[in-house]
């Protein structure tokens, strides 16, 4: 295969690599600071620097791009493949890569644009490309519905992908309809909604096989793994599932609990570091109605997730501080701690209030 596509991939890597060459043209014009992440409210809070933005993106998304090429080339039945499935393999990362770095330019040089249509955007296509390339592709161990009623039936096989086909095509389009909604809104319907397009097609392979044995069309002793088989399968679900489980894990289970003891402010926090504040130490406590982080804030180290944000940030307004958010609430309170910034609020605005009144009298 990789003879075959040499031109065609030394060219994927090339437009991979593309937006290193428009960085440097508009390098005068980027900030030192580029955003790279934003919250659940589409608000900046994740900023790297001018280099990570233009060399580094761009680097890591070459590093996928080959490690999704390498890993279908080791597949025994490459070389069967519809050349058109191995075109798409050849070509996802290179667009992602340009629609990412466009992005990510755009907003550094004050183009205002809406994350959750961009991410609607990309995830959208790339299930309609998909969907549209399921039915064509052959059996094979790297691409595809890979369980083992479609690995050991070619009937289930074709069933699997055509129906499969049709859910993705469904599934982008469905996606794409959510691109106006407020990010926290996307995350919660799109992260749900493609684990049901996903494993939709596997349990749609169960009961076509569970009809093919009552038809007497296969047998369970054709539909039994190679040792190989096995041991690919189970490595690669092991990893899959394991990636999955910590990625829902950080998104979904991040939290921080406030307590108050006689003498400090106690918060409890997962995936960062707890904070003791004793009351004597608060110089000052200011309750804001809005939490609205200046375009200038970055996260220099902590936790982020659409839902949270913990760690230590720098601003123009704060300088260097610590912050213990929900993004959903608009409400905070704003501590300095021996001349130190803190920013900390509750799930909504009763709750901060309720912290807000609590430290007060704690503090009196």
Sequence with gaps: MLKKHKKTLILSSIVTLLPIIVGLLLWKHLPEQIATHWNA????????????????LPIIMLAVHWICILSTCLD???KEQNSKIIHMVLWIMPITSILVSGFTYSVALGIKLN???????????TFIILGN??????PNHSIGVRIRYTLRNNENWNKTHRFAGRVWVVGGIFILLTMFL???KFFLITFPFIMLVALTPGLYSYIYYRKQ????????????LTPSEKKTGAIGTIIGLTALIIALLFIFTGKFEITYDDTFLKIDASYWDDANIRYTDIDSIEYRTSDD????????????????????FDSDEFGTYTRYSYTACDSCIVLTVDEKTMVINGKDDTQTKAIYEQLLEKMN
């Design 41 to 56: 409210n589409g608000e900046n809070d994740g900023w790297s620097t001018k280099s990570f933005a233009i060399f580094g």
């Design 76 to 78: 025994s039945k490459a």
């Design 115 to 125: 994350p959750t249509i961009i991410m609607s955007l990309i995830l959208g296509l």
């Design 133 to 138: 390339y399921m039915p064509k592709c052959t």
């Design 182 to 184: 407020p990010l926290e």
């Design 213 to 224: 044995l009552k038809d007497g069309t296969t047998t369970k002793e054709e539909n039994v």
């Design 293 to 312: 982080p200046d375009a200038t804030m970055k996260r220099n180290f902590g936790y982020g997730s659409p839902f949270l944000l913990m760690g230590e």
